[in-house]
Nanobody, 128 residues
Framework: VQLQASGGGLAQAGGSLRLSCAASGRTLSVYTMGWFRQAPGKEREFVAAIRWYGGSTSTVYSDSVKGRFTISRENAKNTVNLQMNSLKPEDTAVYYC????????????????????WGQGTQVTVSS
């Protein structure tokens, strides 16, 4: 599966941006898609993930973005959006989407090595 990330850019603190990640190919009935980010000089960190299995969907967020970011899947499509509100300068990073065609257990969702497919990074810059 190929992942194509889009969105990002520059925003002021308190503003909003939206990232999207589209997975190529036929509609995936079981998939976990996550967003990770990496700031300069820092390790890649988990941001949010969404899992879908048949008609069920579940989401997971890191504590640092909970309540500010929302991850969602477009209806029956292989596209996931990450709506980022109340942005902070510390949200500045390169954001990567990642996926795997299975429903990861909660303890593995936040681990980057759990994912097989990766999109290209997209830059998010938040100015103070």
């Amino acid at each position: 599966v190929q992942l194509q990330a889009s969105g990002g850019g520059l925003a002021q603190a308190g503003g909003s941006l939206r990232l999207s990640c589209a997975a190529s190919g036929r509609t995936l009935s079981v998939y976990t898609m996550g967003w990770f980010r990496q700031a300069p000089g820092k390790e890649r960190e988990f941001v949010a993930a969404i899992r879908w299995y048949g008609g069920s969907t579940s989401t997971v967020y890191s504590d640092s973005v909970k309540g500010r970011f929302t991850i969602s899947r477009e209806n029956a499509k292989n596209t996931v959006n990450l709506q980022m509100n109340s942005l902070k300068p510390e949200d500045t990073a390169v954001y990567y989407c990642a996926g795997i065609p299975k429903r990861l257990i909660s303890s593995m969702v936040t681990v980057s090595d759990s994912y097989a497919d990766w999109g290209q990074g997209t830059q998010v810059t938040v100015s103070s």
